[in-house]
Structures are given as structure tokens and as C-alpha cells.
């Protein structure tokens, strides 16, 4: 299971509430959580702040404002 919707089910958060709270798509969401698509860098922070997690624990190797975190 992707950390994602691991972290958005230990919230109780669908993805509709993911939607609303990021601005993010429902179908996107649904598709990051598959690992059909990554997201972009910013989609990253927006998803890691409505999840109240670190970037790094949803998506181990981020690229934010050109700096790489592991």
C-alpha cells in the first residue's frame, strides 16, 4: 500500500476530503495512490501538510525548490 493512502486512512480521510483539502483531483489522488503517476514537487507538499506527515515519509526521494531530500 502506497505511505499515502496509508497515512490518509490512519487520518480517516477520504479521497474526496484529500481533494478538498489539497485542491489536488479526486481521480489524481486515486491514481498517485495506485503508483500510476507521481506527483508534482509542489502536489507533494500540499499532500505531506493535509496529511500533517514530513514529505519524506510519503515520498522517500522529493525534489523541493532544488534541493533533493532523502
Not at 45 to 54: I, S
Amino acid at each position: 500500500m502506497h505511505k499515502m493512502k496509508e497515512a490518509r486512512l490512519l487520518k480517516e480521510l477520504t479521497q474526496m476530503d484529500l481533494r478538498f483539502a489539497t485542491g489536488i483531483n479526486q481521480c489524481k489522488i486515486s491514481w498517485i495512490e495506485k503508483g500510476y503517476i507521481e506527483p508534482r514537487p509542489d502536489e507533494k507538499v500540499r499532500l505531506a501538510k493535509a496529511l500533517q506527515v514530513p514529505v519524506e515519509d510519503l515520498f522517500p526521494s522529493v525534489e523541493i525548490k532544488g534541493e533533493l531530500t532523502r
